[in-house]
């Protein structure tokens, strides 16, 4: 609209927020620290993520949990705000450590 024109012609339609980004739809409520936690949430579930099969950063969310590759069309299981959690990753390590040891083991 008439707003955009004039941010356009004035050339500051960079940056309309300096600190609160994405959380500055809430305004002054809630407070700053629950204010700051709910942008990283927010941040990282609406950013895209790398996918393993293709290689391309295309991976978002579709609903909590469920990620898809909009290249490669592959859906992934995944958490809440971010394509993995740690503790999946920390169970992906001990995986690979026990396989490890099975390997060696024989």
């Not at 990282?44 to 099969?53: A, D, L, M, N, R």
């Amino acid at each position: 609209g008439l707003l955009r024109i004039c941010r356009d012609l004035v050339g500051t339609g960079e940056h309309r927020t300096k600190k609160v980004g994405i959380t500055g739809k809430y305004g002054t409520r809630y407070g700053s620290t629950l204010r700051k936690l709910s942008k990283k949430i927010e941040v990282s579930q609406h950013s895209k993520f790398h996918c393993v099969f293709c290689g391309k950063d295309c991976v978002k969310r579709t609903v909590v949990g469920i990620w898809n590759c909009k290249k490669c069309n592959k859906t992934i299981a995944g958490g809440a705000y971010s394509l993995s959690t740690a503790s999946a990753v920390t169970v992906r390590s001990t995986i690979a450590r026990l396989r490890k040891l099975k390997a060696e083991a024989v």
